[in-house]
């Protein structure tokens, strides 16, 4: 069974940082261009970031440009999301997922083919 799991999620402070994890379980995540995924109460669901699974090729969101890092550790079978001088707008639940890299949208997915996790929640408030 395929499971993406994320974790690392919970409350900070503007200016603060927090590192997500998204742990593949029956699946090589090296073999896939894993992203991540944002969705505020009320908005879309929107890609934040994506690393592709052989080249290291990396994209960001023009919100998270510069405060966010992307990277993956193979042998620990994860994908992490760094999240740096945290603003109160980046408050979500985020999600990482299988898919395909884009210069244009940053990630995509496809229906009935693509892996999602269940979500972790970010909070960001004084």
């Known amino acids: 069974q395929v499971q993406l799991v994320e974790s690392g999620g919970g409350w900070v402070q503007p200016g603060g940082s927090l590192t997500l994890s998204c742990l593949g379980s029956?699946?090589?995540?090296?073999?896939?261009?894993i992203g991540w995924y944002r969705q505020a109460p009320g908005k879309e669901r929107d890609a934040v970031s994506c690393i592709v699974g052989d080249d290291y090729t990396i994209y960001y969101a023009d919100s998270v440009r510069g405060r966010f890092v992307i990277s993956r550790d193979n042998a620990k079978n994860t994908v992490f999301l760094q999240m740096n001088n945290l603003k109160p707008e980046d408050t979500a639940v985020y999600y990482c997922?299988?898919?395909?890299?884009?210069?244009?949208?940053?990630?995509?997915?496809?229906?009935?083919?693509?892996?999602w996790g269940q979500g972790t929640q970010v909070t960001v408030s004084s």
């Open positions: 029956g699946i090589n995540l090296d073999h896939y261009a």
């Open positions: 997922a299988t898919g395909y890299c884009s210069s244009t949208n940053v990630h995509g997915t496809t229906p009935d083919l693509d892996y």
